[in-house]
């Protein structure tokens, strides 16, 4: 017997980027998506498979595409210091939270390994659907070497053994490549640039050579897959860029030359601003050295220009956030953030069409219509009046549907 709901009288945002559509009907049949109607339609649904939405907004669910569940702590050094059990506790509430906040889609930048998504897949974590990046490459003291000047061992990202892969050379970054695939890799994601919580390094300080970073490209692309980069500086994107990579993170010190080259090349830019928002104010309560927070700073200071060069240069722009901690849970600000350069329905759409893009998912997810999964939130409010109702989605997003299961209904 087919398992169907059907959810009534909703203001239907649809991830295409039109007009909204009020009164709409979505018949989701086996977890699918089966008929989107707008306005009054005659239907015979069994009893108890109707859910009256009452005018509330219908969309489809959230994606991040730059997360770190794995990061349970701001702090590197807290993370690791839990025990094996506690840390996986820790991740695992997380992951149950961005469901909750309406994101069904995850991308993790790298932190967490194959299990924590088996085990979302088996249901014994209430999770997103999530895509790993396993652990990040890098050069020797690039960003994701956490050894400083006085350690020569390398630092493991949590208890459970997760290394950053340290290579230098295309023959080196071709084998963690092809290491990180055999370990339950999604997609490849390289550090091309310095970061703000590196011991070494600042960030704009480029990293890898465009024939390291292109070994990493083809090990993805001969595993049907792509690479993401950490970067900052217009020299790290160029070389990115030039290498193939098809997703750009942060991006924060672009120039116009880079923006537009961005496009030429059809890259996809995910402008991490919520934590660039929220770690110079939050961070030193939660840990943070002041030579960190002063890092942070300086490419904080750019967040907002460098999105509007992208935008203005036509690039196609995704979302993510990149918080860390106990801080994750304001990742719906993002939305809100991204809409004082875009609007906000542009805003809407970069978190969901244009991430499945940028995912590979586009058949599958990123927008409410026939033959798509029914990933689906519903929102109490109208968020293209508020686009804050998402950052406060613990008690705003009062449905969430993934798969065509409800995993959470305060309505």
Same mark, same amino acid.
């Given at each position: &017997?087919?398992?169907?709901?059907? @959810?009534?009288?909703?203001?239907?945002?649809?991830?295409?980027?039109?007009?909204?559509?009020?009164?709409?009907?979505?018949?989701?049949?086996?977890?699918?998506?089966?008929?989107?109607?707008?306005?009054?339609?005659?239907?015979?649904?069994?009893?108890?498979?109707?859910?009256?939405?009452?005018?509330?907004?219908?969309?489809?669910? @959230?994606?991040?595409?730059?997360?770190?569940?794995?990061?349970?702590?701001?702090?590197?050094?807290?993370?690791?210091?839990?025990?094996?059990?506690?840390?996986?506790?820790?991740?695992?509430?997380?992951?149950?939270?961005? @469901?909750?906040?309406?994101?069904?889609?995850?991308?993790?930048?790298?932190?967490?390994?194959?299990?924590?998504?088996?085990?979302?897949?088996?249901?014994?974590?209430?999770? =997103?659907?999530?895509?790993?990046?396993?652990?990040?490459?890098?050069?020797?003291?690039?960003?994701?070497?956490?050894?400083?000047?006085?350690?020569?061992?390398?630092?493991?990202?949590?208890?459970?053994?997760?290394?950053?892969?340290?290579?230098?050379? =295309?023959?080196?970054?071709?084998?963690?490549?092809?290491?990180?695939?055999?370990?339950?890799?999604?997609?490849?994601?390289?550090?091309?640039?310095?970061?703000?919580?590196?011991?070494?390094?600042?960030?704009?300080?480029?990293?890898? %050579?465009?024939?390291?970073?292109?070994?990493?490209?083809?090990?993805?692309?001969?595993?049907?897959?792509?690479? &993401?980069?950490?970067?900052?500086?217009?020299?790290?994107?160029?070389?990115?860029?030039?290498?193939?990579?098809?997703?750009?993170?942060?991006?924060?010190?672009?120039?116009?030359?880079?923006? @537009?080259?961005?496009?030429?090349?059809?890259?996809?830019?995910?402008? %991490?601003?919520?934590?660039?928002?929220?770690?110079?104010?939050?961070?030193?309560?939660?840990?943070?050295?002041?030579?960190?927070?002063?890092?942070?700073?300086?490419?904080?200071?750019?967040?907002?220009?460098?999105?509007?060069?992208?935008?203005?240069?036509?690039?196609?722009?995704?979302?993510?956030?990149?918080?860390?901690?106990?801080?994750?849970?304001?990742?719906?600000?993002?939305?809100?953030?991204?809409?004082?350069?875009?609007?906000?329905?542009?805003?809407?759409?970069?978190?969901?069409?244009?991430?499945?893009?940028?995912?590979?998912?586009?058949?599958?997810?990123?927008?409410?219509?026939?033959?798509?999964?029914?990933?689906?939130?519903?929102?109490?409010?109208?968020?293209?009046?508020?686009?804050?109702?998402?950052?406060?989605?613990?008690?705003?997003?009062?449905?969430?549907?993934?798969?065509?299961?409800?995993?959470?209904?305060?309505?």
């Amino acid at each position: &017997m087919e398992n169907i709901k059907v @959810l009534r009288n909703g203001f239907l945002i649809d991830g295409n980027g039109g007009d909204p559509i009020p009164d709409s009907t979505v018949v989701v049949v086996d977890g699918t998506i089966r008929e989107v109607i707008k306005g009054e339609k005659s239907l015979t649904v069994p009893c108890g498979h109707e859910i009256d939405l009452k005018g509330r907004t219908l969309m489809p669910g @959230l994606i991040d595409a730059h997360v770190h569940p794995g990061n349970v702590e701001v702090v590197m050094e807290r993370t690791v210091a839990h025990p094996p059990a506690v840390y996986v506790h820790k991740a695992s509430r997380i992951l149950e939270e961005d @469901l909750w906040l309406g994101f069904t889609t995850v991308r993790d930048a790298g932190g967490l390994d194959w299990g924590f998504r088996e085990a979302v897949e088996q249901g014994l974590i209430r999770g =997103p659907r999530l895509l790993l990046s396993v652990a990040p490459l890098t050069q020797t003291g690039g960003h994701g070497d956490k050894r400083d000047k006085a350690r020569n061992e390398h630092v493991p990202r949590n208890s459970l053994g997760i290394f950053p892969a340290v290579c230098d050379g =295309p023959d080196e970054v071709r084998k963690a490549a092809r290491d990180m695939i055999r370990r339950g890799a999604d997609h490849i994601k390289v550090m091309a640039d310095g970061g703000v919580m590196s011991p070494t390094g600042d960030a704009g300080n480029w990293q890898f %050579t465009v024939e390291e970073i292109r070994a990493a490209v083809e090990t993805a692309e001969a595993a049907g897959t792509y690479v &993401m980069a950490h970067v900052y500086s217009p020299r790290a994107i160029g070389n990115c860029l030039e290498a193939g990579v098809r997703s750009i993170e942060h991006g924060n010190l672009m120039d116009t030359d880079t923006a @537009l080259l961005m496009r030429e090349k059809g890259a996809y830019l995910v402008p %991490t601003l919520t934590v660039f928002d929220v770690m110079p104010r939050e961070g030193r309560a939660a840990g943070v050295d002041e030579t960190t927070l002063n890092k942070m700073r300086k490419v904080s200071e750019r967040s907002y220009q460098a999105l509007e060069l992208a935008y203005k240069a036509g690039v196609k722009i995704g979302s993510g956030t990149d918080l860390l901690g106990p801080l994750q849970n304001l990742k719906g600000r993002e939305l809100a953030l991204k809409a004082k350069v875009m609007t906000p329905m542009e805003a809407i759409v970069s978190a969901t069409r244009t991430n499945a893009e940028l995912l590979g998912m586009e058949d599958r997810l990123g927008v409410a219509e026939p033959g798509k999964l029914a990933d689906l939130i519903v929102i109490d409010g109208n968020p293209l009046d508020d686009l804050s109702l998402f950052e406060h989605g613990r008690e705003r997003v009062v449905l969430v549907m993934k798969e065509g299961k409800i995993v959470k209904n305060i309505m």
